[in-house]
């Protein structure tokens, strides 16, 4: 499995010779479902974790809401039944949309579970392969060759609250079979569905709001645009920076480094509070690979053969995920030390 992200409409470089010092190398992670081990690099899969470790647990405080919570196994039945009715479908279009038992079922998930007391098992997000992601570097001069990224599936006054683990493979000689799972899940977009990576570098350039003032001007000015020629968006006339920000600075989707996105906040500092190191981008949780304004960034292979999904997901929806109604979480590191805190960041 690879994916190719198209070609750039443009060299922005070429219109705007400043952007040029800036470009940052970022891996697009292009998660997609699958049956991955603990040895792979994937979305929502089991996780090379030693035998003899605890598993981590969060403490809360949670916010409660008023929707049922369920369970993961109640969650992971109704994407089964909503798959194997969406091949039912395919095979025959008067076919039910539902069958008796599925109805049944579904109905007795709804009701939901007990909320649940005490810590909560956190659930893998990402297990991350320096060997798959060269970009992937751990902080200070850690030897670890590995990043395991879990979070806690209910709701937090930030949400939501992740955990991340870097070690060495090498190290991991009897894994956990049978890690805990939490009674309960209060956000279903919390659950991955387990997916394979296709790692790919592209190359990206700073949100518009994080260049300096006069090349923000440079930017809004459509006549340095239109010297570039036919590939530039005469659509986006009235706001070139739009077509600069959709097209040319940075790939959406689960990626690792690259540059910050924007939009929900404006810029701000992300600052170690251990050090006062500026942080570093490392992993962004995206809920999409790509939306509307972002669809030039999809695979070429996805335009000629796309990647089935369930009825009623979201356009380029692959894990499942969904954070704070069609968000990304995007999470910063210290460089100076691995024992530092992250920084959360959702955009």
Not at 154 to 183: C, G, Q, Y
Not at 259 to 283: M, N, Q
Not at 297 to 317: H, I, R, V
């Amino acid at each position: 499995m690879s994916f190719t992200t198209p070609p750039r409409p443009l060299d922005v470089t070429a219109i705007f010779p400043q952007l040029a010092p800036l470009a940052r190398p970022a891996t697009r992670l292009h998660p997609r479902p699958g049956s991955p081990s603990p040895h792979d690099s994937s979305v929502g899969g089991p996780l090379l974790w030693p035998a003899d470790q605890p598993w981590p647990h969060c403490d809360g405080p949670h916010v409660p809401s008023r929707r049922p919570v369920v369970s993961p196994d109640d969650l992971r039945l109704l994407r089964r039944n909503r798959a194997a009715a969406a091949d039912r479908r395919r095979s025959d279009p008067h076919a039910p949309a539902a069958t008796p038992e599925e109805l049944a079922t579904e109905k007795q998930i709804k009701a939901g579970r007990p909320w649940p007391e005490g810590p909560i098992a956190m659930l893998p997000v990402a297990q991350l392969y320096v060997r798959d992601i060269p970009l992937l570097r751990p902080p200070g001069q850690s030897g670890a060759d590995l990043l395991q990224v879990l979070w806690c599936p209910f709701n937090h006054p930030a949400d939501p609250r992740a955990a991340l683990f870097w070690r060495s493979a090498a190290s991991v000689t009897d894994i956990l079979d049978a890690p805990p799972e939490p009674p309960a899940i209060q956000s279903r977009g919390y659950l991955p569905e387990p997916c394979l990576l296709a790692p790919e570098q592209v190359t990206e350039y700073p949100h518009f709001m994080e260049l300096s003032t006069e090349l923000q001007q440079q930017l809004r000015d459509w006549s340095r645009w239109q010297a570039a020629g036919p590939g530039v968006d005469n659509s986006y006339e009235a706001a070139p920076e739009t077509f600069y920000r959709n097209k040319l600075s940075h790939a959406p989707g689960w990626k690792v480094g690259g540059w910050t996105r924007w939009g929900l906040t404006d810029p701000v500092p992300r600052i170690c509070p251990e050090c006062g190191t500026e942080a570093d981008p490392l992993l962004t949780i995206a809920t999409t690979e790509w939306n509307a304004g972002s669809d030039s960034w999809a695979p070429e292979e996805e335009q000629t053969d796309p990647t089935p999904l369930l009825p009623g997901t979201p356009p380029a929806n692959f894990t499942m995920i969904d954070i704070a109604r069609g968000y990304d979480l995007q999470l910063h590191i210290c460089p100076v030390s691995p024992d530092h805190p992250h920084i959360e960041l959702i955009q």
